[in-house]
C-alpha cells in the first residue's frame, strides 16, 4: 500500500480525474469523508443543493476511477448532483462563490469545464443525450464511451422511458447508472419507485445495502400505491422481487443492486459494464444526504437544497424565517379545499417545494405526486376535471414549459377547469437560465382561453388564486415568484379589475406593472414624480387576457410603459400594444422586461440590474421618453407602439 498522507491533504491534492486513479482504498476513503465536509463547509455558506451530492459521493469517485472523461462523456440527470463531478475536475476553488454571480453554476457548465457536456438541469433528459451521442460515436467509429448518471426519481419521467427503448434497439456503447436513493425531492412514487422499493424489502437486497428504508410507506402524498408494479402482470411474481426482467424485456442488461457508498463495489460493476460493448444499467442503491446528520435526519427532503447559508452542525438556515408566496399558496389551497370538496392538488415530485405537501397532509386522497411527469400531471388534471373536480396544479414556472402541448390542446381546448399555480415565476436567481421562469407569459399568452393572474402580494395571491378557482369553463395560471412576499400594496381604486395603486392629477404616463413588478413601479413613479411628471401605476391583476379597462386608462395618458418579470417578446407588453391597437388608442407605448436569452445565474437584484430593471434606469430612461414627446407639436406624437 502507498503511503498514506495526511488526511487533509488528499482533497488538496486532486486537480484532474487522472489524480483518483493513483489512490488506494484507504484513501479513497478519506476522500470521500473530505468530500463531505467540503460540500457541508461550503454549501451551509452559500446555498445549494446538499442532500444529493452527499448521496453520489463515491458512485462519483468510482465513475472518473472507471472512466476517462472528458473522451468518455459522463452525463448527470439532473445536474444538481454534479458537485463532486466538479471537485474532481479541478473546481474546488470554485466552491466559495457557488451558485453566486461569477461563480460556479449549479450545475454542469460547459463554459466551466471540458468535463461537462450538457447544461441539463431538468430531469429526465440525459438518457436521450446518451443516445444520441452514442450513436455519433458509432457512426463515427469513435471508441469511446457514454455514462448517464440518472436517479431513479427521473425514471418516473417518460422522456426516459422513450430513451430507453431506443438505447435498446441501438446496441450501443452505453452505460445507465441508476442512482437509487428513493427520492426525487420527496419520497419517489409510483409504479416504477413501487418495484424498487420491493426489491429493497428482500432479505437479498438487505444484504446489499441495509440503509434505505420503504420510500412509499413513507409518503405524505399519495400513500400506498394503487398502480402494478411495472410488468408484473406480464411476468408475474418474479418481478415483484427482482427487477431484472424489467430492464430485460427492453433488452438491456442489468448489474446490482450496488451498494452505491462502496468505491470498490461500484468500481467493479461499473468495469464489468464498460466491458460489455453494448447498453448495461447498473444500478446503485444510495441514500440521499449521506454522512451528514441533519441530512439524514432531514425526513422532508434529506436537506435537497438549502436556500441559503445554514449552520453546518444543525443545517439550520442562519436567515430569520419569512413568509413565502409557497406558503401563502399552500394556506389558501387548504381553505379553499375546506369549502370546496372538489378541489384536488397535483404536482410532479415536488410536493413541498410548491406546497401540495400542506394539501396533503389534510386531505391525502385528494393530492397526487404524479412523479416527474409535468405533461402527465397537465392531461390527468383534464382528465380529473372531466370527472367534475377542479384540480390545481402546482410547478415551478421553468416546468410547466415541458407540457405546452398538453396545456393547448389537452386542456384549453376542451375548455377545461384546471388551475395551474406557477411557483418561482420570473427571474429566480442562483439555480441559472434554466430555472429562470421568464417564459410562461409569452409562450402560454397564445393559448386560446387561457387566463393568467398575477399578483402582486399576500392578499392579492389569496384572491386571485380563489378567482382562478371560481372559472369554471376554461383553464387558469396564477403565477408569482420565489422568495418572501413583499409589504401590501394596498390599491387606492380599482377600475373594473383593475387595480389602481397610484394616482397623480396630471395624465402624463399610465404604468402598467405586473404582478411582484408592482413594487418596482411604485418607486418609479415616485422617481418620475420628482422630475415634475404625473403617473398613474396600474395593477392589471390578469394580464391574460388584457383587461379592457387598460384601453381606457390608456387614452387619457400621453405614454403607456409596461414592466413585467418575464420575456418581452410577446410578453404583457406586446398583449398591451395589440389591445390598444385593436381598441384604436393612438398613444404610443415603451415595455421593459426580460430579452430573450440565457442569462448568467446570479441573484435576483444583480441580474435585474444587469438587465436594466432598476427603477433608476426606467425613471431615466421613461423621463428621456417623455421630454421628447413634450417637444413634438401637437397632434405629432407617434402613434406606433414604441420599444425599448
Not at 447498473?282 to 425526513?299: I, L, N
Not at 387566463?451 to 369553463?473: M, S
Request: aromatic share 6%; proline share 6%.
Amino acid at each position: 500500500m502507498s503511503d498514506l498522507p495526511a488526511p487533509d491533504s488528499i482533497l488538496a491534492g486532486i486537480t484532474g480525474p487522472g489524480d483518483l486513479k493513483r489512490l488506494d482504498n484507504e484513501q479513497l476513503t478519506v476522500l470521500a469523508a473530505e468530500i463531505r465536509d467540503f460540500l457541508v463547509a461550503k454549501v451551509s455558506r452559500t446555498g445549494g443543493h446538499l442532500g444529493p451530492n452527499l448521496g453520489v459521493v463515491e458512485t462519483t469517485l468510482a465513475l472518473h476511477r472507471v472512466f476517462d472523461s472528458p473522451r468518455d462523456r459522463v452525463l448527470f440527470d439532473t445536474g444538481h448532483q454534479a458537485y463532486v463531478h466538479k471537485i474532481v475536475t479541478g473546481r474546488q476553488d470554485g466552491f466559495d462563490l457557488l451558485r453566486q454571480r461569477g461563480g460556479l453554476t449549479g450545475y454542469p457548465s460547459r463554459a466551466e469545464s471540458e468535463h461537462d457536456f450538457i447544461e441539463n438541469s431538468h430531469a429526465s433528459t440525459a438518457l436521450s443525450y446518451a443516445d444520441g451521442m452514442s450513436k455519433a460515436f458509432a457512426l463515427r467509429g469513435e471508441d469511446r464511451h457514454v455514462v448517464a448518471v440518472v436517479g431513479d426519481g427521473a425514471l418516473t419521467g417518460g422522456m426516459c422511458w422513450e430513451a430507453l427503448n431506443n438505447i435498446a434497439a441501438a446496441k450501443n456503447r452505453l452505460v445507465i447508472v441508476v442512482n437509487d436513493n428513493g427520492r426525487s425531492y420527496a419520497p419517489t412514487i409510483g409504479g416504477l419507485a413501487d418495484h424498487l422499493s420491493t426489491l429493497r424489502l428482500n432479505p437479498g437486497y438487505e444484504k446489499v445495502l441495509d440503509l434505505v428504508k420503504d420510500a412509499l410507506g413513507s409518503t405524505p402524498v399519495v400513500g400506498k400505491p394503487v398502480y402494478e408494479v411495472l410488468h408484473a402482470v406480464k411476468r408475474g411474481i418474479k418481478d415483484a422481487v427482482s427487477p431484472q426482467p424489467m430492464f430485460e424485456d427492453l433488452g438491456i442488461k442489468y448489474l446490482g443492486p450496488v451498494d452505491g457508498h462502496d468505491v470498490q463495489a461500484m468500481e467493479s460493476a461499473l468495469r464489468r459494464a464498460k466491458g460489455f460493448n453494448a447498453p448495461v444499467i447498473v444500478h446503485a442503491v444510495t441514500r440521499k444526504g449521506y454522512g451528514y446528520r441533519p441530512a439524514e435526519q432531514d425526513e422532508a427532503d434529506c436537506l435537497h437544497g438549502p436556500g441559503g447559508a445554514f449552520d453546518a452542525e444543525t443545517g439550520k438556515l442562519l436567515a430569520p424565517a419569512k413568509l413565502k408566496w409557497t406558503n401563502v399558496f399552500a394556506d389558501e389551497l387548504v381553505k379553499i379545499a375546506d369549502e370546496r370538496p372538489d378541489v384536488v392538488g397535483i404536482t410532479a415530485a415536488m410536493a413541498e417545494p410548491t406546497g401540495i405537501a400542506a394539501l396533503a397532509k389534510k386531505y391525502p386522497e385528494r393530492a397526487y405526486d404524479v412523479g416527474i411527469a409535468e405533461q402527465h400531471a397537465v392531461t390527468s388534471a383534464a382528465g380529473l376535471a372531466m370527472g367534475g373536480l377542479h384540480p390545481v396544479v402546482a410547478v415551478y414556472a421553468t416546468f410547466l414549459n415541458r407540457a405546452f402541448d398538453q396545456v393547448l390542446l389537452d386542456v384549453a381546448m376542451h375548455e377545461l377547469p384546471v388551475t395551474i399555480v406557477l411557483d418561482r415565476a420570473g427571474i429566480t436567481g442562483p439555480d441559472g437560465p434554466s430555472h429562470y421562469g421568464i417564459w410562461d407569459m409569452s409562450v402560454f399568452g397564445v393559448v386560446p382561453g387561457l387566463r393568467i393572474a398575477a399578483p402582486r402580494d399576500e392578499a392579492t395571491l389569496r384572491a386571485e388564486l380563489r378567482e382562478a378557482i371560481a372559472v369554471d369553463d376554461g383553464p387558469t395560471i396564477v403565477r408569482f415568484p420565489t422568495g418572501a412576499v413583499p409589504a401590501a400594496l394596498p390599491a387606492v381604486r380599482r377600475v373594473g379589475q383593475v387595480d389602481i395603486l397610484r394616482e397623480d392629477d396630471s395624465k402624463d404616463v399610465l404604468l402598467v406593472a405586473v404582478g411582484s413588478f408592482a413594487g418596482l413601479g411604485l418607486e418609479v413613479a415616485e422617481r418620475l414624480a420628482g422630475q415634475g411628471f404625473g403617473v398613474t401605476v396600474a395593477d392589471p391583476r390578469w394580464v391574460r387576457p388584457v383587461p379592457i379597462e387598460l384601453s381606457g386608462l390608456a387614452g387619457q395618458h400621453r405614454l403607456v410603459v409596461t414592466i413585467e418579470d418575464g420575456v418581452r417578446a410577446g410578453g404583457v407588453g406586446d398583449a398591451v400594444a395589440s389591445s390598444l391597437r385593436d381598441a384604436g388608442v393612438d398613444v404610443p407605448l415603451r415595455d421593459f422586461g426580460v430579452p430573450a436569452g440565457f442569462h448568467p445565474h446570479g441573484s435576483r437584484a444583480e441580474i435585474l440590474a444587469s438587465l436594466g430593471l432598476t427603477a433608476q434606469e426606467i425613471a431615466r430612461d421613461v423621463t428621456e421618453w417623455v421630454s421628447k414627446l413634450a417637444e413634438q407639436p401637437e397632434g405629432v406624437e407617434s402613434n406606433a407602439q414604441n420599444r425599448r
